[in-house]
Structures are given as C-alpha cells and as structure tokens.
C-alpha cells in the first residue's frame, strides 16, 4: 500500500489548474533557438534533439511530454514552468535557473546540471539517473515520490528541501552544504559518500541506526564488543 502524502506536499496540478492556462498559445514548431524566449506557450508532444539553445528562456509555459535529448540548454531559465511527463536524456543544463516549476513524472538522465540554481521546485514521481549537480544551488526544493540513483550533490548547496517518498541511491554529497533538509520521509537513504555532510539534515532515529557505520567510518570511529583485543590489528598494522 502506497503511504500517504503527507500534508506538506500539495496534490500535481493539472493543465487546467495553473493561473496562467487560459492565456497559454499552441507552439508553433521548428526549432529551439540561443536567446529565445517562450512567454505563455504550450508545447505539446515535441522531440528536439542534438540542438544548441544556450539562454533560452520558458515563462508561464506548459511542456507537456516533451522530450530533450542531447540538447545544450546551459543558462536556461525556466519560470514558472509546468512540465508533464517531460524526458530530458544528455543535455547540458550547467548554470540553468529554475523558479517556481513543477515536473511530474519526468525522466532525467545522464544530465550536466552543475552550478545550476533551483528554487520552489517540485518534482513528483520524477527518475534521476546520473545526474550531475556538483555545486549546484538548491533552495526550497521538494523531490515527492521520486528516484534518485547516482545524483551527484558534491559541493551543493541544500536548503529547506525534502525527500518525502523518494528513495535515495548511491547519491554523492561530497563537501556538500544541508541546512533545514528533511530526510525523514525518504523511502531510501542510500549514500555513496559524504555522510558527514549530513550536518543540516534531519533524519529519523531508524535512519541514524541505518547510517551508523557510515557515520562512524567518517569519524574514524572504531566499534568492538566488550573484551575484543585490538592487538592484533595494531600488530597487523605495523606490519603494513
């Protein structure tokens, strides 16, 4: 049975629901272009592949199963963006500012999203593959039922975000920065280092457990039942 949502974590919003849907236009078609800006657009169902769009900007708009693949989108910016099902597979989107967006059931793969900064976004439902975000700016950001598997957060910067539901897999958090991060709904925490960079992070106390000798590798914490000789490792050691 799947858990609740909790309270925290509003509903996805249809196409219907968004206040700027009734001043939405049909894209045109063609190709995406350096600079270009879409301003209240609907984008319905397009591929663009192995294209060159640096700059360009989405605000107010719908993309709606809309696919990127190999595209370079560095310093994009995506205002107040709803995205459905949207497949971004490849693409270069190092710098890149998202505000107040919304991307249900997406797929991210293989993904430069380094330095790129992310403010009042929720993802629902969302799969993250190999996704570079190495110093990347998180502020305000809710991954809801989402899959996180090789997410690189080194040198990030995390604040007020939140897992519920989402399941954590072999993710990076090297010298990464967490302040007011909520943990304790993951479904999985999963990390392939940087456990010490946890400070900022609350968790559940089941979760502490979980983490305890990875916490204590970090520390350089030895742990031996009562009476253990450590004789033999000193010895063994010395040996080296």
Known sequence: ????QPSSVPAPRELADLPFAPHLRRFAGGRLAVEASFDTVHIDGASFADERAD??????SALTAVSFESVRLRRA???DVWLQAPRLVGCDLAESGWL??????GVLAGLEFHS??????????CKFDSVNLRGAKLHEVVFHDCVLREVDLSGASLTGCSFPGSRLEGVHLHEAKLAEVDLR??????????????RGAVVTP?????????????????????GESLTARRGSRSRR
């Not at 700059?55 to 107010?60: A, L, N, Q, R, S």
């Not at 502490?208 to 030895?222: K, M, T």
Request: hydrophobic share 55%; glycine share 10%.
């Open 77 to 79: 910016r995506f205002n």
């Open 185 to 198: 709904e993951a479904a999985g925490l999963e990390l392939a280092d940087g456990v010490d960079a946890l």
């Open 100 to 105: 107040d967006v919304e991307a249900i059931g």
């Open 206 to 226: 089941l979760q502490l457990l979980e983490l305890a000798p990875s916490l204590a590798a970090a520390l350089g914490l030895v742990v031996r039942e009562p």
């Open 116 to 125: 790129a900064s992310l403010r009042r976004v929720v993802f629902h439902g």
């Open 1 to 4: 049975m799947a858990s609740p």
């Open 55 to 60: 700059g360009v900007g989405f605000m107010e």
